[in-house]
């Protein structure tokens, strides 16, 4: 059964540093999400891409992430300069056409 | 804006106990609604969904009920086991808001032996 990747599985770095992260979604999948998910709490949608093009960005902290995927496949979310507060699981999820999204194994950041 | 409220945990349950954990939702348009599930260190798995009033959603022995006039989806399971225990997540989402997630805020399931 096909699968969303993502690495790394953890990633620990110290504040003011850079990050990044990496999510292939499932082939044929157009519609690529990245959620953040704080410990205790339901994930929230910081973008979403249709192909390559952005469709919602919203409440990405745009000063300071950053989302591209260039070929409307993989896709790498960064953070510049990391701050403490932005320690938690970081989710990328894909659909095709129809709306079941289904998510990959997260990113979990620790900032120090 | 839309939102899901679902009943805070945790939820400690016997092996083979009944499993009921209550989801509303508020929305502008028709959503479609979800329970993902997770697990420890995991990212989230889709456990059932339905996309319009009345349909039932279940698999692996949970059942939800997609109810409008109560704008409710409340997950059941009948005989959970201890391979049950997780986070549970109820979700929605609408056609037009590009199909992007809502979810509450999750419901701990510890089921003991």
């Known amino acids: 059964e096909a699968e969303v990747a993502q690495s790394p599985r953890y990633k620990i770095t110290e504040k003011s540093q850079a990050v990044a992260f990496w999510c292939d979604p499932i082939s044929g999948h157009a519609t690529l999400y990245w959620y953040r998910q704080i410990l205790g709490q339901g994930p929230e949608l910081l973008v979403q891409f249709q192909d390559e093009s952005v469709v919602d960005d919203s409440q990405l902290p745009k000063d300071r992430f950053s989302a591209e995927r260039l070929k409307g496949v993989d896709s790498t979310l960064k953070i510049q300069p990391a701050e403490l507060g932005d320690s938690a699981m970081y989710l990328c999820?894909?659909?095709?056409?129809?709306?079941?999204?289904?998510f990959g194994p997260g990113t979990r950041l620790l900032v120090l | 804006g839309d939102s899901v409220t679902q009943m805070e945990g945790p939820v400690t349950l016997s092996e083979e106990a009944f499993l009921t954990i209550n989801c509303t939702y508020t929305?502008?348009?028709?959503?479609?609604l979800f329970w993902y599930v997770q697990y420890p260190g995991e990212g989230l798995q889709l456990l059932l969904k339905?996309?319009?009033?009345?349909d039932k959603g279940s698999n692996k022995g949970f059942e939800a009920t997609y109810r409008k006039e109560t704008t409710s989806f409340h997950l059941e399971k009948g005989s959970v086991q201890v391979s049950d225990s997780a986070v549970y997540f109820c979700?929605?989402?609408?056609?037009?808001?590009?199909?992007?997630?809502?979810f509450g805020g999750g419901t701990r399931l510890m089921v003991k032996p």
């Open positions: 929305a502008t348009g028709y959503p479609s």
């Open positions: 999820a894909s659909s095709s056409n129809e709306e079941t999204q289904y």
């Open positions: 339905a996309t319009k009033a009345d």
């Open positions: 979700a929605l989402s609408e056609s037009n808001a590009g199909n992007m997630l809502t």
